[in-house]
């Protein structure tokens, strides 16, 4: 199925399950399946399983929107009490269409618990209180963390599940999801890369497919040290960002876990803590955040830099990617028992980021990693990690073992079934006329409420809406671009992405709307001193296309800093 096919049927309300290989462009149809919502004035709870997944798609963890945070199980009295509640009942009742991403990490009992806070709170017996689900995700990737918990003592709503996957909940079953496998590849442009990519995904990877690995298998005294790491244990990834620390000029500055409460509870909060007991820092270290902000300032997986330390209180000041400067303050985790605090650990919301682990990595795209896969233990893993990397030459191997290129059997024999529902869902709505089309897309407009011509921006951590007048995307961006704002503070101006407001420049620059030379501005000058070159490999290959041209320059420049530089070019060829 098409990405366009995808949307249209996305568009008629049904409920979605939108799935296909890494870099099919799922998180693409997402964001525009989201655009045209809010064109409307129509609000989408835009939700992740994982709070690093929750970042790439400007949204939240779906247990924090639904309310039921790390509950394993629900009881009818914390049923009421999440649904009761005047913050979390509001959004619940006030959405139209629940987005829920990386699904194939969402065991099946949650989603059961998802399902039945929905009906409760807007009180109606549909499935998911009769909002439209999208689901979305590929079940080849990292399954759902499965922890053998007791129930609580009370009687639970949710029964126990056998089955590992989400497709497996009856609340699966009962929404019963049209399926959208798209079949186009958007992320890798590497013919060998693909095909070595599908044999893992098919269960088909053999040894004419290891060599192409082999010739990618680096020493880690030769590893590219501006590269990130990806790693399979949290002990490895510990271990080289506390080597990248060290390496760092400057005082270290330490911040110990302070915690309260019965001590087998904290050790329980410590567990399922990111951030270590003992935290370390210095300026100029790479940091990831490890906890929502109650404000919506950052979110699980927010990445950032260690600026300064603040005088007065000596706690850390974190510049992100938007620009922004953050002072962290200490945050809590608590482990409740009806109502009370019954344990409390109290530290930084950060940790080091030079490494991460695989995990962390899902719904990433990198020009380039390290990769050590030697200690590989889960399904998918490996399959996660090498589909991060656009192309084999940006593959950098450390080791590897057998597990790393297997998926879970049970996926390749359901991916079978997907893919059997797409065709035929699929085939139902290319038998419509574009006319019975819309009037099915214009009848679900109404039924949410929707009223053309006006937009609507949504805060994903509180869901107040802001109404506007919808004006041309170009010109929106070209305003900024006239006040001298940088692509960074414009895409968060405009809650888009860096590459999409990239997009926004180069046609303008074609419209004539911005001189080649307005451009330099962008220009840092460790980028400034390899244009020449960047400029003679767009000359001598004769293209405008970045990828002849980045393999031509041996990987010294990234995707973004070609397109910056072909921005302040007049002439390439």
């Not at 689901?135 to 590992?164: C, H, W, Y």
């Not at 049209?178 to 590849?185: A, D, G, K, R, S």
């Not at 002990?235 to 000029?249: I, Y």
Request: one cysteine or more; a neutral charge.
């Amino acid at each position: 199925m098409t990405q366009s096919q995808a949307l249209d049927i996305m568009k008629t309300g049904a409920n979605i399950f939108l799935t296909g290989e890494p870099g099919s462009g799922k998180t693409h149809i997402v964001n525009e399946y989201v655009s045209y919502l809010r064109s409307f004035g129509i609000k989408p709870a835009i939700t992740a399983s994982t709070g690093i997944a929750a970042t790439h798609i400007g949204g939240m963890t779906i247990h924090s929107w639904s309310g039921i945070g790390i509950k394993s199980d629900l009881s009818r009295g914390e049923l009421d009490k999440i649904a009761n509640d005047k913050r979390i009942g509001k959004r619940i009742k006030e959405a139209k269409v629940l987005i829920i991403d990386e699904i194939s990490m969402l065991p099946p009992k949650t989603l059961n618990m998802v399902d039945a806070v929905c009906r409760r709170a807007r009180q109606n017996p549909n499935p998911f209180g009769g909002l439209q689900v999208i689901l979305v995700g590929d079940f080849f990737q990292l399954p759902p963390i499965i922890k053998n918990q007791p129930n609580n003592s009370q009687a639970t709503i949710v029964s126990e599940m056998a089955e590992r996957f989400a497709y497996g909940s009856s609340a699966w079953a009962s929404a019963n999801p049209i399926v959208c496998y798209l079949h186009e590849q958007y992320r890798q442009d590497d013919h060998d890369y693909l095909k070595l990519l599908s044999a893992i995904r098919a269960n088909k990877f053999s040894d004419f497919h290891l060599g192409y690995l082999q010739k990618r298998k680096i020493k880690y005294i030769d590893a590219p040290k501006s590269l990130p790491k990806l790693y399979s244990h949290n002990f490895d990834v510990d271990r080289v960002n506390a080597e990248m620390l060290v390496r760092l000029p400057g005082q270290t500055k330490s911040f110990a876990m302070t915690s309260h409460g019965h001590n087998h509870l904290v050790e329980t909060l410590k567990r399922g803590c990111l951030s270590p007991e003992n935290l370390e820092l210095k300026i100029g270290a790479s940091v990831m955040f490890t906890k929502n902000s109650p404000k919506g300032i950052f979110v699980n997986g927010t990445l950032g830099t260690v600026d300064s330390f603040d005088p007065a209180s000596n706690l850390p000041i974190v510049a992100v990617s938007r620009g922004q400067k953050i002072m962290v303050e200490p945050a809590d985790w608590l482990l409740e028992d009806r109502g009370e605090s019954v344990a409390q650990i109290t530290q930084l919301p950060l940790r080091l980021a030079w490494a991460i682990t695989v995990h962390k990595s899902q719904g990433m795209s990198l020009d380039g990693a390290v990769m050590d896969l030697s200690s590989v233990f889960e399904y998918g893993q490996g399959y996660v990690a090498l589909s991060r990397v656009r192309r084999l030459s940006g593959l950098h191997l450390l080791g590897w073992n057998e597990r790393a290129f297997e998926v879970h059997p049970d996926i390749v024999a359901k991916d079978i079934d997907f893919k059997n529902s797409s065709i035929e869902d699929s085939g139902v709505f290319t038998k419509m006329s574009e006319a019975e089309l819309q009037n099915i897309h214009d009848d679900f407009i109404n039924l949410c409420g929707g009223s053309p011509g006006l937009s609507i921006e949504t805060d994903p951590l509180d869901f107040y809406p802001i109404k506007k007048i919808k004006v041309d995307t170009l010109d929106e961006t070209f305003k900024f671009w006239q006040q001298g704002k940088t692509v960074l503070e414009i895409a968060e101006l405009r809650k888009l992405t860096g590459g999409t407001i990239m997009s926004h420049l180069e046609k303008l620059k074609a419209k004539n709307k911005i001189k080649p030379d307005e451009f330099w501005r962008l220009i840092s000058p460790s980028l400034c001193k390899f244009l020449p070159d960047i400029n003679k490999a767009f000359i001598k290959l004769g293209t405008e296309k970045l990828t002849p041209v980045f393999e031509e320059c041996n990987g010294k420049c990234s995707y973004d800093d070609l397109r910056l530089a072909r921005l302040v070019f007049d002439k390439l060829i």
